[in-house]
């Protein structure tokens, strides 16, 4: 079991750029979350797929921000045009949440926006 | 919807005792519970399904009162290794997991 992969484990981008962060979930886990993390606000939910399908959108800042699961084995987190204040870690987790199984969180991404 | 964590940071000596609490404003279908270091990833712990239920880890258990939609983590005769930021989930259904703020625990010798 290789857990949850993310890539790139940093990226430096300047403002007005577009970032792609990219997951891989482990293997049969049927729920996939992006979280970003910030000293300010915590750990923030942004969106969380259910078998690929989007339920829950809510916690996505805005219009910049836009996340795909085109199949069970991939998903990403597109922030389209980036600012500075999108500078966090980005975390991607998975999990079957059957009998309440927990969260497998991939190492993150540290995006820092300039 | 997001629980609140309390205190928000401890500071303990070797073999000292900690708890920490978490609470919601919603009734709960479970709750988890994760400690993070610095530069790393939330690593889990522990989940709590039922009302009252208690579970525990070597010198770390936790329990969850359903009927209050609080839960506590209790860290016993601590080691230096526990020194990292606590996180509780809580779900509302079987899908959504919020986290609170985080207590920062510092163990020192």
Redesign the interface.
């Known amino acids: 079991d290789a857990g949850v992969i993310q890539s790139p484990r940093h990226e430096v981008t300047e403002m007005g750029q577009e970032v792609t962060l990219r997951c891989k979930p482990i293997s049969g886990h049927d729920?996939l979350?992006w979280?970003r993390q910030t000293m300010m606000r915590?750990?923030e939910?942004l969106i969380?797929f259910?078998n690929n399908v989007p339920?829950?959108d809510s916690g996505m800042p805005e219009d910049r921000f836009s996340a795909k699961m085109p199949n069970a084995s991939f998903s990403t987190l597109k922030i389209q045009p980036s600012e500075p204040r999108d500078s966090a870690v980005y975390?991607c987790a998975s999990s079957t949440?059957r009998?309440?199984?927990?969260?497998?969180?991939?190492?993150?991404t540290r995006l820092t926006v300039t | 919807q997001q629980p609140v964590q309390s205190p928000q940071a401890v500071i303990l000596r070797e073999g000292e005792d900690a708890v920490i609490n978490c609470s919601s404003s919603k009734a709960l279908y479970s709750v988890h519970w994760y400690r993070q270091k610095h530069g790393e990833a939330p690593v889990f712990l522990m989940i709590l399904l039922k009302g009252g239920e208690q579970k525990g880890h070597e010198k770390i258990s936790a329990s969850f009162n359903e009927k209050k939609q609080q839960s506590s983590l209790y860290l016993t005769a601590s080691q230096l290794s526990y020194s990292g930021t606590y996180f509780c989930g809580t779900d509302i259904n079987a899908g959504k997991s919020t986290f609170g703020d985080g207590t920062t625990l510092t163990v020192k010798p």
């Open positions: 729920y979350f979280y915590g750990l939910l969380y259910n339920i829950d975390f949440r009998g309440g199984s927990p969260l497998h969180f991939g190492n993150g």
